[in-house]
């Protein structure tokens, strides 16, 4: 099977690429390298990649989905059986400061994203969405069914929008598409932005850490390996044709957020400083996915525990950076 993912530099699209290819398929990975956090981790990570690509069945295209001639040109120069849509200018707070490249990258992006598959004939299109979609939900765990019409970041908004873009398409074009709405993905490789990178940056610098609405947090950490064996579920998978579908993909767990930040202090060997604050705006104070929909249609079962995947995380982060 041929498969183009976008985003490819990505902390999930990296990963997802190089599993993708010891299962056998051929990819194609595209992604801009822009420098919303350091370039080198990404070039990084498609060294990853090339270790894995055996008999050249790796591609990697330096581009941007919002280049809609390129990206023309790519669909037209492949035959893709499946797209693995995962390129989005990311992160809630940064949606806040630097609302246009939302705006770029994640509404006309993905509009070009769906034009190609549409014009292409591509079979399945599987995109990101987030559990940042719920907003400040009051049910609990957010569930596919709750409503999620009440985004309280633009990040949120260009999601649920992606959403409704795709819906549009199967409906009028009979297209294929499913939705993944990620829940706080963490492991080796992962993104600097997020906070299990930040809390170990300044955790073994000596530094403090900001803890926002006073440590009273709930996230649904979810392993990098679990994240992406479902995506591959659910991508390469032949059940629903025509069928549009959005599903949460999560560990399905609560853990408090104080019981992560001492996971990290064990497996690092080193004690925080705790810097309480308050919260912060377009942040919320709990999530949890409800994955029953994904365990029933695809067999999704997460595998690794919080504290086994921060050891993991801690030592590739010590190793990485040589700490």
Known sequence: MQI?????????GADLCQKLLAAGHEVVGIDNLNTYYDVSLKRDRLTQIDKHKG?????????????????????????FSTVVHLAAQAGVRYSIENPQSYIDSNLVGFGNILE?????????????????VYGANKDFPFK???????????YAATKKANELMAHSYTHLYGMRCTGLRFFTVYGPWGRPDMAPFRFAS????????????QGDMIRDFTYIDDITEGVIRVATSQKGAEKYSIYN????????????????????????????????????????????ALRTDFGYQPQVSMDDGVKQFAEWYKGYYQQ
């Open 55 to 79: 008999n050249g069945r790796f591609q990697f295209i330096e581009m941007d989905v919002c280049d809609r001639g390129a990206l023309e040109s790519c669909f037209k120069k492949n035959s």
């Open 249 to 292: 993909i999560g560990r399905g767990k609560a853990v408090q957020l104080m019981d992560f930040i001492t996971s990290l202090e064990t497996h690092l060997g080193v004690k925080a400083k705790i810097n309480m604050m308050e919260m912060q705006d377009g942040d919320v104070p709990r999530t949890m996915a409800d994955t029953t």
């Open 202 to 213: 300044r955790m073994l610098a000596g530094d403090s850490i900001p803890v926002y609405n």
């Open 144 to 154: 596919e069914t709750d409503r999620v019409d009440n985004p309280i970041s633009l």
């Open 116 to 132: 190609g598959c549409r014009q292409n004939k591509v079979a399945h299109l599987t995109y990101a969405s987030s559990s940042s």
């Open 4 to 12: 183009l993912v976008t985003g490819a530099a990505g902390f999930i």
